[in-house]
């Protein structure tokens, strides 16, 4: 992954594409500084956290941006979010989350709000990086009957 990471950064250079090389570094930057805290190279999977961690962070300022009324700044956000969630697998739908949820519920036989911390804790090792927690969280809450 991190060689597809190089190679698009080429092509953006290549391309002279300023602000999708800008997003790219920015990125490669995050995955430099996650390397240095694990002191060990970064395989695909921690590639993907830091990746979601990115887009989450860039979409939660371009909402922030946007009800301040400053779209310029939070179209910047969201073309960085796009650039960096090239490199997410696959997000799931509504309805997958729905699955994995009564899956859980199933497999755990969790039947109130008390079970909810096993649930989650099941869910975010299967669907980290595939899913927005916050989502996953609401299907649970929903669910189990919140």
């Known amino acids: 992954m991190l060689q ?6 080429k092509q ?12 790219i570094r920015m990125f490669r930057a995050a995955l430099k500084e996650q390397e240095i805290a694990q002191g060990k190279p970064l395989d695909d999977a921690a ?7 990115m887009v989450k962070q860039r979409k939660d300022a371009a909402a922030q941006y946007a009800d301040a009324g400053r779209n310029d700044l939070a179209e910047k956000e969201l073309f960085e979010a796009e ?14 989350i729905a699955d994995a949820v009564a899956e859980a519920c199933r497999a ?9 911390g ?9 669907l980290a990086g595939r899913a927005d927690m916050a989502q996953v969280s609401a299907a649970v809450k929903q669910r189990l009957g919140s």
């Open 118 to 126: 096993k649930v989650m804790g099941w869910l975010q090792k299967r």
């Open 12 to 23: 953006a250079m290549k391309a002279k594409d300023k602000a999708r090389l800008s997003a």
């Open 83 to 96: 650039v960096v969630g090239q490199w997410l697998p696959r997000q799931l739908s509504a309805a997958e």
């Open 4 to 9: 597809q990471i190089a190679e698009a950064m």
């Open 47 to 53: 590639i993907v956290q830091v990746a979601a961690r």
């Open 108 to 116: 755990l036989s969790a039947s109130s709000m008390r079970d909810m």
